[in-house]
């Protein structure tokens, strides 16, 4: 999610800026590495990075407990659905 939330940052900062990863990014010292192209830099921090990174998770999160959620109300029996009184429905 770190890459992700980088990304995410960048774009909102600017959609051209362009910048390479190299290895993995998982520690301040390894987004402090990141090379950006023309001179630029980040107008972020760090702890902004681990802030978004938490806040996909909890998105991610949030998309999977509501898929559970719809697949366990459509996963009705037969005798389920046929004991639904129609007029509830109206």
Do not use: H
Not at 43 to 59: I, R, Y
Not at 69 to 85: G, V
């Amino acid at each position: 999610m770190i890459t992700d939330a980088i990304n995410k940052l960048a774009v909102a900062q600017d959609e051209t800026l362009r910048y390479e990863i190299v290895g993995f990014c998982e520690t301040e010292a390894d987004f402090n590495a990141i090379q950006i192209e023309d001179g630029k830099s980040f107008n972020f921090t760090w702890s902004d990075v681990q802030a978004k990174a938490t806040e996909l998770e909890a998105e991610e999160q949030t998309k999977k407990d509501n898929k559970l959620s719809a697949y366990r109300k459509l996963s009705m029996t037969d005798d389920e659905i046929n004991a639904i009184d129609p007029s509830l429905l109206s």
